[in-house]
């Protein structure tokens, strides 16, 4: 891995030890500067209340510049929460770890942005398209580019251009 992308990891993992995680959010494996798993769990009055999910952390070495792959974990008796913008696959639509990723962006910080996102969730439903995206999409997130239209979730229109198979998905077609 490139040293800048393991310098900022080890920053990073350093303040989540000494400093601990936001409310709900906890590490559970950080053996290495490739793949951290962290708990998360939205707090108060919600529709995931009580529900705790596994997030899934992928490092290239261009990070912090590139964005890491997050998925939720779907398997060892896992499961990805029922959202507008989670794919069954555990994929996630969310436009800060696509063309608004930055940089100043921590893992804790996607975390909590997750959290938000969950918490302010009125209908547990999945994605529209989620059956059609889950039989083609790619073991890697970050090869999906997705289509943040500023609409509310159930209006969320994602499409996929596969470069591992060569289709495209595209808003025509949803």
């Not at 996102?117 to 059609?132: F, T």
């Not at 596969?162 to 949803?174: E, L, R």
Request: proline share 6%; aromatic share 10%; charged share 20%.
């Amino acid at each position: 891995m490139a040293s800048i992308a393991a310098r900022r990891l080890a920053k990073e993992l350093k303040e989540i030890q000494t400093e601990g995680c936001p409310v709900g959010i906890n590490l559970v494996k950080a053996d290495n500067f490739e793949l951290w798993w962290f708990t998360i769990e939205v707090m108060g009055e919600s529709q995931y209340k009580g529900e705790v999910y596994t997030l899934q952390f992928r490092f290239d070495g261009q990070y912090p510049i590139s964005s890491p792959a997050v998925q939720f974990v779907v398997t060892e008796g896992r499961q990805a929460p029922i959202h507008p913008h989670v794919y069954s696959n555990g994929h996630i639509c969310a436009s800060i770890l696509g063309n608004e990723w930055s940089p100043v962006l921590s893992v804790t910080a996607v975390c909590v942005t997750l959290q938000s996102m969950l918490a302010s969730c009125k209908k547990k439903e999945r994605p529209i398209d989620n059956d059609r995206y889950v039989r083609n999409a790619p073991d890697n997130p970050k090869k999906t580019q997705f289509h943040y239209d500023g609409k509310c979730c159930p209006a969320l229109i994602a499409y996929s251009i596969m470069t591992d198979m060569g289709s495209a998905i595209t808003d025509d077609t949803v």
